[in-house]
């Protein structure tokens, strides 16, 4: 079908742009791993051809619809017999990728899954142009992009959802491959070329136009952008708190030697993972835990114990790496032995007090089954008094477990804050290149359009903008074109003029 648009002419075909590409198939379950079904993929243009020798029938499949069919290699001359399968088609352009699309869910066994893979490559036929190859890494998603399907955000979106090893990074995930950021940048970018074509229009018709009309535009569209930069710096602003998600929200276990650091560790996590002796300094370095915690990926970090001398030319490297580690973190738990004669001796004191540079701190007194309850508050008061109360208190027992889920649920609730998690509001991740396009190239260019705004120059202003512009275009996959500004421009002429 040939149509015209109204500025330009574009040959337009209903046929997807990768009609012609080699038709791919790939196993989306894991490839030489048992399992009990299978799921192998196939777009493109021969996707019909190899579902109908598949099935040895010259029918065509019925549109999402799944059935079951028993699948036939043919290439011997005779049906061999491969599997029962359930097979699922999508006809172009209603697909994940636009083009003709099937699924076969075979049995999951790895010599079923070879044997329908083996029979789909022998359908290639390069003399008679049916090129069918194994699918290269994200071409299914690749060709959804270059089918319209999706856009880039929406790519990525999908890329992080399957890398998400937590509820909160599955949830952050989740806004870029639903689409709503993609909403929230096509809007960004509707403005931006809006005011485009308001200084385009100046810039080829403003010979006639008053000095005060243009330098009303110029004020209306410098408004506007402050507006949209103040809404480009909250977005990132929240990306860069959700990042945390991605490597994992850092805390530090500190305290003085023996204080139970290792056995708190171990008690949060469950599990013998760091070692605990009552011989003080037996942590000498710091080992580092990933893990889950209430859906937050936290990596917990033991130190060795920090004390105020020792001779000990490894421990006062150990010393030295645990104060690096918690000021390299998010958060530090401080941990007391109230059994101790100084319950923080004054080097652990005076850093936790000066060189912890965030302040999220939770001091945890542990081996409470040991002490009496009073003895327990005259220690909170005194660490109370001693931090001017800056800092949460809290008390636990590793041998009892007593005070365990109450820290745990004061750790959630930490990482909410530190990556602006809450139940009506999901974190924001984009990837690293949508991050640096957001101030390399949007925030840099609405900066560079309000300052040459001001001394007048809408020539430049109006290229700033498409700078801006270009940006978001960057990030969607999408470009500005001058038929779409134009569209913007005579659209606001009345019919007949
Ligand atoms: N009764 C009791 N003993 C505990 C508790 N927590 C730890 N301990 C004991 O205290 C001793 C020291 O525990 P660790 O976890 O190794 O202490 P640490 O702070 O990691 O020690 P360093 O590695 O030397 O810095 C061990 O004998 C533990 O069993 C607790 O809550 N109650």
Redesign the pocket.
């Known amino acids: 079908m040939l149509c015209r648009p109204s500025l330009g002419i574009r040959l337009y075909s209903s046929l997807p742009a990768t009609y012609y590409h080699p038709t791919i198939y790939a196993l989306s379950t894991s490839l030489g791993q048992k399992s009990a079904i299978a799921v192998l993929r196939i777009t493109g243009s021969h996707t019909k051809h190899i579902f109908q020798e598949l099935t040895a029938s010259t029918k065509t499949p019925i549109e999402r619809r799944a059935s079951l069919r028993n699948l036939y290699d043919n290439s011997q001359g005779k049906k061999n017999f491969l599997d029962s399968s359930l097979v699922l088609y999508f006809a172009n352009p209603k697909s994940y990728t636009g083009e003709d699309m099937l699924e076969l869910h075979l049995h999951g066994g790895r010599a079923v899954v070879k044997s329908v893979l083996k029979a789909i490559e022998r359908m290639g036929n390069m003399q008679s142009g049916r090129v069918i190859r194994y699918a290269l890494p994200g071409e299914f998603s690749q060709r959804a992009f270059q089918n319209g399907r999706m856009d880039l955000t929406q790519v990525e979106g999908v890329g992080e959802l399957i890398d998400a090893e937590t509820e909160t990074q599955r949830r952050s995930a989740v806004s870029s491959m639903t689409g709503q950021n993609k909403q929230i940048f096509e809007r960004w970018r509707a403005t931006i070329v809006s005011n485009i074509a308001q200084l385009t229009a100046i810039i080829d018709f403003g010979d006639d136009a008053e000095i005060e009309d243009i330098d009303q535009i110029l004020r209306a569209a410098s408004l506007q952008m402050r507006a949209l930069r103040k809404e480009v710096e909250r977005f990132v602003r929240k990306v860069d708190r959700s990042a945390i998600l991605q490597n994992g929200i850092k805390v530090a276990f500190l ?10 560790l ?1 008690c949060i996590t469950n599990d013998d993972t ?10 000498r370095d710091s080992i580092d835990v990933p893990l889950d915690i209430n859906g937050f990926k936290v990596v917990l970090c ?1 130190t ?2 920090i004390r105020d001398t020792t001779e000990d030319e490894i421990e006062q490297e150990g010393i030295k790496r645990a104060k690096a580690k918690a000021s390299q973190s998010d958060l530090a738990i401080v ?1 007391v032995d109230p059994l101790s004669e100084q319950i923080l001796n004054p080097q652990l004191c005076e850093f936790v007090r000066t060189a912890i540079p965030h302040k999220q701190i939770i001091i945890v007194i ?5 002490v009496d309850d009073g003895t327990v508050t005259k220690i909170k008061k005194y660490l109370q008094t001693s931090f001017e109360e800056q800092f949460v208190i809290t008390s ?5 477990l007593e005070g365990i889920d109450y820290l745990v649920a004061q750790l959630s609730q930490r990482f909410e804050t530190l990556s602006e998690t809450t139940q009506d509001s999901d974190p924001i991740t984009v990837s690293k290149r949508v991050q640096e396009i957001l101030t390399n190239d949007i925030l840099f260019g609405i900066d560079e359009f309000l300052r040459t705004c001001e001394s007048g120059d809408v020539v430049m202003a109006s290229e700033n903008l498409n700078y801006a512009a270009e940006g978001i275009g960057k990030i969607t996959g999408e470009t500005v074109g001058i038929e779409e500004v134009l569209g913007i421009v005579f659209s606001r002429f009345c019919v007949g003029k």
């Open positions: 305290g003085s030697p023996n204080a139970g650091k290792s056995s708190l171990n760091s070692i605990v002796s009552n011989i003080p300094g037996t942590t033991d060795a114990g941990v542990n081996k409470v089954d040991l636990t027992s590793c041998n009892t």
